[in-house]
């Protein structure tokens, strides 16, 4: 496997989620989101389904950024991981 490459950036970072579909984890990641954003930082939070059968995985990212952006950036800083 080829090595990961650390991403450098201030004050610009990726957060996912790794979840069960269907375990009503969709709140409680909106909250995150919000919960930041009420705090006056910019986020761009976005569900990933890959599938939308109950049980199978499904990622939620949120870009907190003071720039603003909204576009993904593209690698991770923090996974938080909820299922195997």
Do not use: C
């Amino acid at each position: 496997m080829p090595e990961q490459k650390a991403i450098s950036s201030v004050n610009d970072f990726v957060v996912r989620f790794a979840n069960v579909n269907g375990s009503g984890s969709a709140s409680a990641n909106e909250l995150f989101a919000r919960a930041i954003l009420r705090h006056g930082v910019p986020v761009s939070p976005r569900n990933i389904f890959p599938s939308n059968i109950q049980g199978l995985p499904t990622w939620y990212e949120v870009r907190v950024t003071e720039a603003g952006h909204l576009g993904a950036r593209g690698g991770v800083d923090m996974m938080v991981a909820m299922n195997p």
